[in-house]
């Protein structure tokens, strides 16, 4: 019975309808914590209304395991692809934290040089006195960032963080 009445064309629909809507709702969601509330909701529409079309393939043939199976599978190929899409499209703006020895004037050198504003504050270490670096980037710029730390510092200490809104000072 769970064999019977095999439709692939059917199975293979459902799988590419929720390969559609899973990435959608990756990216809807960093859309809402972004604050990017009419795009959000316009990817929330389009999502749900494949997940309905896909939902009802399954659902009216509970007893196609083909089906059932197409519909896990789109999902977890929708993960995948959603994060792929979300990396590439690298929405919102990131906090670049960077501790380093207060006389390391090339790392800050080659962050000016790069176009990065960047505010500079005093504070101790253990044993020395440090400099606390705050880089605020568009995402889409953080590889480049983190390459130039990694370059002129290796061993400083290095904190990611997302930003919801930024207003004022310097960015790119």
């Avoid at 749900?48 to 896909?54: D, F, G, N, S």
């Avoid at 995402?139 to 480049?144: I, P, V």
């Avoid at 930003?163 to 960015?171: L, N, P, S, V, W």
Wanted: glycine share 10%.
């Amino acid at each position: 019975m769970i064999f019977s009445n095999i439709n692939i064309w059917g199975a293979l629909m459902i799988f590419g309808l929720r390969l559609m809507s899973v990435p959608l709702g990756i990216i809807r969601a960093l859309m809402v914590v972004r604050g990017i509330k009419y795009m959000a909701a316009i990817a929330g529409f389009i999502e749900e209304l494949i997940w309905v079309i896909a939902i009802y393939q399954v659902m009216s043939q509970l007893d196609t395991i083909a089906n059932i199976t197409a519909y896990a599978g789109g999902y977890g190929a929708g993960v995948i692809i959603g994060m792929f899409i979300e990396e590439k499209l690298a929405l919102g703006l990131t906090a670049v934290n960077i501790v380093t020895p207060a006389d390391d004037i090339e790392l800050k050198n080659a962050i000016k040089k790069s176009g990065f504003g960047m505010t500079i504050l005093e504070a101790s270490g253990i044993d020395e006195k440090r400099h606390f670096l705050r880089i605020i980037t568009p995402r889409r710029r953080l590889n480049e960032l983190l390459d130039i730390c990694s370059h002129h510092a290796c061993d400083n200490f290095l904190t990611v963080e997302d930003i919801r809104t930024a207003r004022g000072g310097y960015r790119i």
